[in-house]
DNA sequence: CTAATCTCAGTATCACTGACATTG
DNA sequence: CCAATGTCAGTGGTACTGAGATTA
């Protein structure tokens, strides 16, 4: 069998990290596919409803998305009325995102999409090592580190 | 602290997998910006120094490249003197690769750089932790599955 | 003047698709 | 005719950069 993974690519993390993301990358936009929707959109409606109202900048902080992804994605989110975005009174650089009632209902339904992508992304371990995995791959993020810079 | 990960982010396996993938990328690209080299450019000398040289095809199913993809990158090692390519007398469709000497000491090169990345990557977990999750996250992959289609 | 926010245009890496010509 | 290979052009999702306009 000639076409194997090389020994030095099996055992390397930072290849194995990128296949794991490949694979759950393509569970995601699968199980969102259906509802015409991208990660981005997932994640704002995420924020803006567990967390209520935020200006764009505090959105991008929220979900680790730049501020002008935020832009794109917010404005998208806007046009199928699944977001509001009007300016904030007190502070006039800044526009105050809101999910709409339609945009709770929608993000329900990528709920229930994004919840079977992941039993399909964990169905590899066997379910006693499915909370050890994910505890350790959370510790993989350092620390978000005082100042931010 | 009105700029916290959502805690359904933050428990979100697919989420955790990508965003432990962004970081990984970041270090490979800064690992291997000194080299002027991406993921592919390493992904292919390591499938050619490990396992000798192969056709295109087979060099794509090495390293979890599209043929597509590998023609490109191929092409790209070729121009710098890193690899070799040429037509197998035994099959007109294929063309064998072969990684050169510069290749090979290329590949010396970025496999440092690769190497402490994988330090970095790891950092966060203790040392003793490190091997667990590596083996799980080694059998997150699903079986290749038999006939490949 | 400095800094933050929003927006826009563009880039980079990587994964992937569809089509075509060549060859088996 | 069918299948595999290499190639090319293009798309999609995500992360990121740089710059401009507005406002604090």
Redesign the interface.
Known sequence: M?????????????W??????????R??VHALSGSDAR?HHY?LL??LH??GS?DQS?LG????LDRSDVAVAVDELERRGLVRRRRDPDDGRRKRVEITDAGISFLTELDTA?SS??DE?????PAD?RQ???E????????PGGTGD
Request: aromatic share 2%; net charge positive.
């Open positions: 000639p076409d194997e993974l090389p020994a030095r690519l099996r055992g390397l993390p930072t194995m990290v990128s296949q794991a993301a490949v694979r759950s990358h569970l995601v990660g994640r995420v924020a567990e967390q935020a505090q902080r929220r979900t680790a994004i992508a992941q992304l964990l169905r590899p371990l090592q050890v995995f994910l350790l791959l959370g510790r993989l993020q350092p620390d």
